[in-house]
């Protein structure tokens, strides 16, 4: 397209009309957009890696299962409103009730200004909701929603992809809870109780040392004896 994809905005229009979009494409690419264009709602979904259910009886049931094709980041959708088979409020319902899919901003195109219409719409989650036909100034308008995808999808890319360092760091921290308190507790209140009963034998060493001294103390011969003067014995 001119310029390298990552550098672009990827816009992925969808229109039944081969005239309304080569007139997208143009202006798309005159805004440095890089285009993705289909011809109806179904396509639109396949191209997502969101493909209908062929064997419910429901045209609209979706199937979760992706495409086995390129991954592309999407970063707007532009779709008619009016399309045989699968209307562009049909595509844009589908898209806000894809989890992967509902941050992408989508607007609506319609040849009809019909006020109930572009209600339901924006009701539904539409960013916009041009009148045919589309101009360059419209398009100007989209910018700030694919910018805003851009940056949440970096942001995401971010948080999924941690750092080593942050890997360690939590892998480091899980460890912790294994080591058991009451091994830690059992560890540590052993050497205490050990303590306690050589310094409770110490205390009887002590005092029995002590009474052992007294006792020698009271009969000791060293120790004077008092003298009384006027005192006889008997024989």
Same mark, same amino acid.
Do not use: W
């Given at each position: *397209?001119?310029?390298? !994809?990552? +550098?672009?905005?990827?816009?992925?229009?969808?229109?039944?009309?081969?005239?309304?979009?080569? &007139? #997208?494409?143009?202006?798309?690419?005159?805004?440095?957009?890089?285009?993705?264009?289909?011809?109806?709602?179904?396509? /639109?979904?396949?191209?997502?890696?969101?493909?209908?259910?062929?064997?419910? @009886?429901?045209? @609209?049931a979706?199937?979760? /299962?992706?495409?086995?094709?390129?991954?592309v980041e999407?970063?707007?959708? %532009?779709?008619?409103?009016?399309?045989?088979? *699968? $209307?562009?409020?049909? &595509? &844009?319902?589908? =898209?806000?009730? +894809?989890?992967?899919f509902?941050?992408?901003?989508? =607007?609506? *195109?319609?040849?009809?200004?019909?006020?109930?219409? %572009? +209600?339901?719409?924006?009701?539904?989650?539409?960013?916009?909701?041009?009148?045919?036909?589309?101009?360059?100034?419209?398009?100007?308008?989209?910018k700030?929603?694919?910018?805003?995808?851009? &940056?949440? @999808?970096?942001?995401?890319?971010? #948080?999924e992809?941690? +750092?080593?360092?942050? %890997?360690?760091?939590v892998?480091?921290? !899980?460890?912790?809870?294994?080591?058991?308190?009451?091994?830690?507790?059992?560890?540590? %209140?052993?050497?205490?109780?050990?303590?306690?009963?050589?310094?409770?034998?110490?205390?009887?060493?002590?005092?029995?040392?002590?009474?052992?001294?007294? *006792?020698?103390?009271?009969?000791?011969?060293?120790?004077?004896?008092?003298?009384?003067?006027?005192? $006889?014995?008997?024989?």
């Amino acid at each position: *397209m001119g310029m390298a !994809a990552e +550098s672009q905005f990827h816009v992925l229009a969808v229109d039944d009309s081969l005239f309304d979009r080569k &007139l #997208i494409e143009r202006l798309l690419q005159k805004s440095s957009c890089q285009v993705t264009s289909v011809d109806s709602g179904s396509k /639109a979904l396949e191209f997502l890696g969101l493909r209908q259910g062929i064997e419910s @009886n429901d045209p @609209n049931a979706l199937s979760t /299962a992706p495409v086995n094709h390129q991954q592309v980041e999407v970063n707007l959708i %532009i779709t008619d409103y009016c399309m045989p088979g *699968m $209307t562009g409020f049909d &595509l &844009l319902k589908k =898209v806000k009730e +894809s989890s992967a899919f509902k941050n992408i901003p989508v =607007v609506i *195109m319609s040849s009809e200004n019909v006020p109930a219409r %572009i +209600s339901r719409c924006l009701e539904e989650g539409a960013e916009e909701f041009f009148l045919k036909p589309v101009r360059l100034a419209d398009l100007n308008k989209l910018k700030p929603h694919m910018m805003k995808t851009k &940056l949440k @999808n970096q942001k995401l890319e971010e #948080i999924e992809e941690p +750092s080593k360092d942050e %890997i360690g760091t939590v892998t480091a921290a !899980a460890v912790v809870p294994e080591i058991k308190g009451s091994t830690t507790t059992e560890i540590e %209140i052993l050497p205490l109780q050990q303590d306690l009963v050589l310094v409770q034998q110490g205390e009887q060493t002590l005092s029995t040392t002590n009474k052992r001294k007294s *006792m020698e103390k009271g009969i000791s011969t060293d120790r004077p004896r008092p003298r009384f003067d006027g005192i $006889t014995t008997a024989v």
